[in-house]
């Protein structure tokens, strides 16, 4: 049973006490709280098969969690690893669009939008481009330009930068950094790449099923760098 706990109107993530599993016996969230504040740029760290994955999908109500609370997120934006995965539309216009068929918009109102979230992204001139024609980091750009002209307040990332070169990698990151900066958007950013702690607020560190370090990200790249070097 979920119950909603009391929030502050400056957090934006909250998560409290969750529990989670998958199958019985296996336990993948056990007692996991976090808080992201409104308008920063938060990762979160965790060893393959420490649930952060799991945490993104009951964060975005595809999984119900046994017990704990979560902070509703009525304007939520999902960028996966792979865009090809969603992406679905046959161009980047298209495709922007394709996200705004529930409101209730004008088509006017709906090419401004798409305008504008294109323009965030530095994607407006391949506002006609097939979406087949597009590089890895580009589609990852129409993913997170979707977002924005849907007006999410917050997006969840889950290794977006996964199967991107090192350039493309901290062309998405900076990009982001600057997004939440210029627009006041809230991001939890899932990722194995430490390098991409520069770019962020905070961090957050998953193990055991809930979240042991948070804070400072050069400290919490220091600490992971130690446990690399050590183990
Ligand atoms: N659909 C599923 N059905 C059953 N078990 C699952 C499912 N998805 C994940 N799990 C299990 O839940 C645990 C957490 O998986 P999750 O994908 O959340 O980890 P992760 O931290 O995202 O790992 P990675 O860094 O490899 O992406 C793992 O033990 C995994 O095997
Ligand atoms: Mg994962």
Not at 53 to 68: F, I, Y
Not at 92 to 97: K, R
């Amino acid at each position: 049973m979920t119950t909603i706990a009391p929030t502050s109107d400056a957090i934006a993530i909250q998560v409290q006490d969750l529990h989670f599993h998958w199958h019985k016996g296996s336990v993948v969230l056990d007692g996991c709280c976090l808080d992201v504040p409104k308008g920063e740029f938060w990762m979160l760290l965790g060893t393959n098969g420490s649930g952060k994955s799991t945490l993104l999908k009951l964060l975005a109500g595809l999984l119900q969690p046994e017990s704990g609370s979560i902070k509703p997120l009525p304007k939520l934006g999902f960028v996966f690893q792979n865009p090809d995965h969603q992406l679905v539309m046959p161009s980047v216009g298209a495709d922007v669009a394709f996200g705004l068929a529930a409101e209730q918009l004008t088509a006017i109102q709906v090419r401004q939008r798409v305008h504008d979230a294109l323009t965030a992204v530095n994607l407006q001139a391949l506002i006609q481009r097939p979406i087949y024609a597009l590089s890895g980091g580009q589609k990852q750009r129409v993913a997170i330009a979707g977002a924005i002209a849907r007006q999410c307040d917050v997006v969840l990332f889950d290794e977006p930068t996964a199967l991107l070169d090192l350039d493309s990698q901290r062309e998405l990151v900076a990009q982001v950094q600057r997004l939440v900066k210029e627009r006041g958007l809230t991001a939890l950013w899932v990722t194995h790449r430490l390098d991409e702690l520069d770019y962020c607020d905070g961090a957050f560190l998953l193990e055991g099923g809930k979240v042991i370090d948070q804070g400072n990200p050069q400290r919490l790249r220091d600490r992971m760098m130690n446990e690399k070097s050590e183990g």
